[in-house]
């Protein structure tokens, strides 16, 4: 329990996985949570003995505070949090089906206020901290066809700015990262055709930790990231 912990809240083997080993080289500890146990644990074994996997339902409060109260056990309390959580499920608003709407909307946000407060809970009473959301082109406007992205990615813009509106004066600093662009995946045959086209995980996981280490006299509530050649 003697180095300072981070926590990664939808654990992936993309830019999960970057940024828990960024946080690690960072010299931190990580606690990733997600909903798949097996997946997680291996994810958690590739990057090392730093890196502790803990099964948790995102979008259930009784399951988010019991997994933070372990880290707070297990590891100690968290100086960083990040919410990485997402889902998308494409269709036309004539016939996306309430449940896939709902389901979309929980991963999407709902996860993300319950984690965001528990991360507040930690950070504010100590006053000091950060708090890191994940967004994405969709948080800007809403495409046809990405009702079940574009709606819950809009919300989790505004929880990020209400949070960092009221925890900042409290010294804690929250951020909102919008991922305008694909991800490069390994393997992808696009991907290794135009790589400049895609957005490298470590180099997206750099600019996590960078808001992390921001001085308080200049922080950041937004920060946009794409690749060179991407139009926006």
């Known amino acids: 329990m003697d180095r300072p912990i981070a926590v990664v809240a939808g654990a992936g083997p993309g830019l999960g996985r970057a940024l828990a080993q960024r946080f ?12 798949d146990a097996s997946r997680l644990a291996s994810l958690a074994a590739s990057i090392g003995s730093e890196a502790r996997a803990l099964a948790c339902d995102l979008t259930d409060p009784a399951a988010v505070e019991p997994a933070f109260e372990r880290i707070d056990r297990e590891l100690g309390s968290p100086q960083c949090v990040i919410f990485n959580a997402g889902t998308y499920r494409r269709g036309a608003v004539l016939d996306v089906s309430p449940q896939d709407f709902l389901e979309c909307w929980k991963i999407g946000c709902f996860a993300g206020f319950l984690v965001g407060q528990q991360a507040a809970r930690r950070m504010a009473g100590r006053g000091s901290g950060t708090i890191l959301f994940t967004g994405a082109t969709a948080s800007l406007r809403g495409g046809a066809q990405f009702v079940n992205l574009a709606s819950p990615k809009f919300a989790l813009r ?40 895609h957005l490298e995980p470590a180099a997206i996981a750099e600019a996590y930790w960078q808001l992390h280490q921001q001085p308080r006299s200049a922080w950041t509530l937004e920060l946009d990231l794409r690749p060179w050649v991407e139009r926006f």
């Open 158 to 197: 505004a929880l990020a700015q209400s949070m960092a509106r009221e925890l900042g004066p409290r010294g804690v600093h929250v951020a909102h990262v919008i991922i305008d662009g694909q991800i490069h995946a390994s393997g992808r045959a696009d991907a290794a055709r135009a790589p400049d086209a």
């Open 24 to 35: 690690v080289q960072g010299g931190m500890r990580v606690a990733l949570l997600a909903r």
